[in-house]
């Protein structure tokens, strides 16, 4: 797999880091993806009955992580890392990289997003603040772009695999622009690679119900089709979304395929990956291992706290809760507001 | 290592890697605010609680168990911060005086302050000097773990009540053998029960030559070079063996005492005489059994004798050594039970007699696995009554548990080897001395030849040493039963 960074994110992150400010260390929480528009949805209720399929494939997943190490009295410092897990000959292996620290302010909000917009990807929006998320958005789209970054690295590495995602395959949304994931989803399938991206929560309702909890009485594994999903331009679905039940416990997910895929290597796609990786409440292991491997631990948050402290001389303290300060036992705490 | 807890006595110290601090080290926390500082000593220590570490561990491993391999890129060396904080480890130590001005004062009411005080590992020798650990008259137990020696004061087992405790094959003997040469040295009369043969050379170097203390060595073996003869007995100290080690009925021993008075009246005291006496005394048939199986105990014991030439004086040797220092080493290796008793009592109520004339001064009394040959109401005695005349004895047991707890409660120095059965740290753990925690935590990984010296002899600072070795030859050894056998 083709490792090498560019050098920008390193850098923005050291020069975001070197401005001597005050760290307030503050509830760590991740920002949920944007939200997405259905209309007039169908899910297919005949599964579509799957055998695994034992042929010898690569199988490989990526995924980010984010998470707020502390506030500062102009902005919030935030820790970025990505894992590309792959399983070949029956043994997993992984690339982890980062986690990677930016200090993020209203100032320079703008400069780290775009310049590692155009590092990574050869594109920026320019210097207008139209498209630059806001503070709060910072952490979850530095993820996005670290995360497409490492998409587009294994799209270009692997062939004859599959290739699975955190997710979705919409796009057209700011931190996921339609051309970026066409690249990636074409340059996969140049490598005769198949996408799947598997929904860990899915917003998609059939008569009000969630598509994951329509689920037939049949014996998994098998797959639901979703039809008539048409989402609000600018945003784009650049795959067919299913429903996917692919172990006996009551677990669904959506999973979108490359809609480019003709329908038949789509079915035949997860048929190998049921057949090449283990399964564990409907979720692959391939996925779940980089999940695990980017998520932060209390304890490397404690150590982020420290590398900043020691390195760049910022002295982390508790802003006060104001919810507690007010309501007192029943403040729940900021997070929770 | 920052301060982050105080629990009672027991304080709490952050500490980080790099920071080597291991169980018995000492530490000076030092609030120099307060002009105040404390001395603590480390009994534990574990794994700081570290939010996510348990996760941390678990993530590295699949569902099949292995490793995962992989490549972390970690441009911004986060690794080693990760690596700093989850090894960080927490102390428990335990609070054992307050410097001011330079002087220590068993106080644990103050607390330092968290944010200001600095912790540092407080070196043995300053410690020992802090605390006047050595004496006049120096005795080297051992190496510190920094390297330093570990010396105490002769007199600090002078009038003292010791113990040696630690299971097999740790050191117990050599440590005995080490206080008791010292005290020789120092010119002091020391008494040894030695129950496995162990002492005799203490006179000997390893390789067999004559050692500077030879001539103060002094071995009896009863019934070979150490035997009695009746008229030089007390029959007081004769009494004791007959009612004490032979467990004589008080009417028969009434009646022992009427035969006695008419054998010496006689000037007739000698075993032939007094097997006679009893055969034609006028009383009850079953006094005269009663006196008579007890007559043939101390015949066959081979320890009393008519032949005054064979008869040994324990008194000269107790005077030989009271002079130059010495010790009058019992050996009661191919000794019997009763026999040893027999023995026992009559070195005890000779000292006891001795000590009350004032013919001697004092005795330092060293009894290895008294339980076996230590009438029960001695043991109080020896540590209350014998103490007062002058007999200062050291215990030395493998089996804690055989020695009372009264005894425990009283001892002064408590020298402890490696135990890691729970029952006999908690026997241990009852020495007025120390506290619990320090004698569990401590003396369970303590590595073989390694003793924690308690009490007054380190001025109630519990330190860790290495008892030294020394030149003389080990007698100590198990016989094994495939030594030198060659497997075909």
Redesign the interface.
């Known amino acids: 797999m083709d490792?090498v960074?560019p050098h920008q994110?390193?850098e923005l992150?050291?020069y975001s880091l070197r401005h001597r400010l005050q760290v307030n260390q503050h509830s760590i929480q991740q920002i949920n993806s944007p939200q997405e528009y259905v209309q007039t949805l169908r899910l297919n209720p005949e599964p579509i009955l799957l055998k695994p399929l034992h042929i010898e494939n690569v199988v490989a997943a990526v995924d980010t992580s984010t998470i707020k190490i502390g506030d500062t009295n102009t902005g919030i410092v935030i820790a970025v890392r990505g894992a590309n897990?792959w399983k070949q000959n029956g043994?997993?292996?992984?690339?982890?990289?980062?986690?990677?620290?930016f200090h993020v302010t209203e100032e320079n909000k703008s400069e780290v997003y775009n310049t590692l917009q155009s590092a990574y990807f050869g594109t920026q929006h320019g210097p207008s603040h139209q498209n630059t998320p806001n503070l709060l958005q910072m952490p979850t789209r530095i993820a996005t772009l670290l995360e497409r970054w490492l998409q587009k690295m294994l799209s270009r590495t692997i062939s004859n695999g599959l290739i699975l995602f955190d997710g979705s395959l919409t796009s057209g949304t700011p931190d996921t622009p339609t051309q970026r994931i066409e690249e990636i989803l074409g340059t996969a399938r140049k490598r005769a690679n198949i996408v799947l991206a598997f929904s860990k929560m899915t917003s998609l309702r059939v008569n009000g119900h969630l598509i994951t909890d329509l689920l037939p009485n049949h014996q998994p594994p098998y797959l639901l089709e979703v039809d008539g999903f048409r989402p609000r331009p600018p945003v784009v679905l650049l795959g067919n979304i299913y429903v996917a039940r692919l172990t006996r416990e009551n677990y669904a997910f959506r999973v979108d395929i490359d809609k480019e895929v003709p329908t038949e290597p789509k079915i035949e796609a997860v048929e190998k990956l049921l057949g090449n990786d283990?399964f564990?409440q409907s979720y692959p292991?391939t996925l779940r291992?980089a999940h695990?491997?980017c998520?932060f631990?209390?304890?490397?948050?404690?150590?982020?706290q420290?590398?900043v402290t020691?390195k760049f001389g910022l002295h982390v303290f508790n802003r006060p809760d104001m919810h507690k300060i007010l309501f007192g036992p029943y403040g729940k705490g900021e997070a929770y507001s | 290592m920052k301060l982050y807890k105080k629990e009672g006595n027991v304080l709490q110290v952050l500490s980080f890697p790099g920071e080597t601090v291991e169980k018995g080290d000492y530490l000076l926390v030092d609030d120099s605010e307060a002009r105040k500082a404390l001395i603590v000593q480390v009994i534990d220590v574990q794994f700081a609680s570290?939010?996510?570490?348990l996760?941390?561990l678990l993530?590295s491993l699949?569902?099949g168990g292995e490793l995962?391999?992989?490549?972390?890129?970690?441009?911004?060396e986060?690794a080693p911060?990760?690596t700093?904080?989850?090894d960080a480890s927490l102390l428990f130590c335990k609070i054992r005086a307050t410097v001011e001005n330079e002087n220590l004062s068993p106080s644990s009411s103050w607390l330092p302050s968290r944010s200001q005080s600095t912790i540092k590992r407080l070196p043995l020798p300053t410690l020992l000097k802090l605390a006047k650990v050595e004496g006049k008259l120096p005795i080297v137990l051992g190496c510190t773990k920094d390297s330093s020696l570990l010396t105490i004061d002769a007199s600090s087992l002078d009038g003292r009540l010791n113990i040696i405790t630690g299971k097999k094959e740790t050191g117990k003997s050599h440590l005995s053998k080490l206080l008791m040469v010292n005290l020789v040295g120092y010119r002091a009369t020391v008494v040894v029960f030695d129950l496995n043969g162990e002492y005799h050379s203490l006179g000997m170097t390893n390789d067999g030559k004559r050692n500077a203390i030879y001539d103060k060595i002094h071995v009896l073996t009863p019934s070979q070079n150490f035997k009695l003869a009746l008229n030089q007995l007390n029959l007081h100290v004769l009494l004791g063996i007959l009612i004490h080690a032979l467990h004589l009925p008080g009417t028969s021993a009434r009646e022992f005492r009427h035969i006695w008075q008419s054998l010496k009246d006689r000037d007739s005291l000698t075993l032939h005489e007094l097997g006679e006496t009893i055969r034609n005394w006028n009383c009850n048939q079953q006094v005269r059994d009663a006196l008579f199986s007890r007559y043939h105990s101390l015949v066959n014991s081979g320890f009393v004798t008519d032949n005054i030439a064979e008869a040994t004086m324990l008194e000269d040797c107790l005077f030989k050594a009271k002079e130059q220092g010495g010790a009058i080493i019992i050996n009661l290796r191919n000794t019997g039970s009763i026999d040893r008793q027999i023995v026992v009592e009559y070195v005890l109520g000779k000292l006891v007699e001795s000590l009350t004339s004032w013919k001697l001064k004092a005795v330092f009394l060293f009894a290895e696995e008294a339980h076996l040959y230590l009438r029960e109401t001695y043991w109080d005695d020896i540590v209350t009554r014998m103490r007062h005349f002058g007999i200062f004895t050291t215990f030395i047991t493998n089996q804690p548990d055989t020695i009372r707890d009264n005894i425990y409660r009283q001892a002064d120095n408590i020298f402890l080897f490696n135990f890691t059965n729970e029952h006999d740290l908690d026997v241990v753990s009852r020495a007025a001395r120390v506290d619990a925690e320090t004698v569990r935590s401590i003396a369970r990984d303590l590595p073989p030849h390694h003793c924690l010296a308690l009490g007054k002899a380190v001025r109630d600072f519990p330190i860790v040493t290495k008892v030294k070795a020394m030149d003389v030859k080990t007698m100590g050894e198990t016989r094994l039963f495939f030594t030198n056998t060659t497997t075909g």
Request: aromatic residues 10%; glycine residues 4%; hydrophobic residues 45%.
């Open positions: 490792t960074l994110f390193i992150s050291l897990v043994n997993y292996r992984y690339t982890r990289i980062g986690p990677f620290i283990i564990s292991e291992l695990i491997l998520t631990t209390a304890n490397e948050v404690l150590a982020m420290h590398f020691r | 570290i939010p996510g570490v996760e941390e993530r699949p569902d995962i391999q992989g490549e972390d890129i970690d441009p911004l986060i911060h990760i700093f904080i989850q």
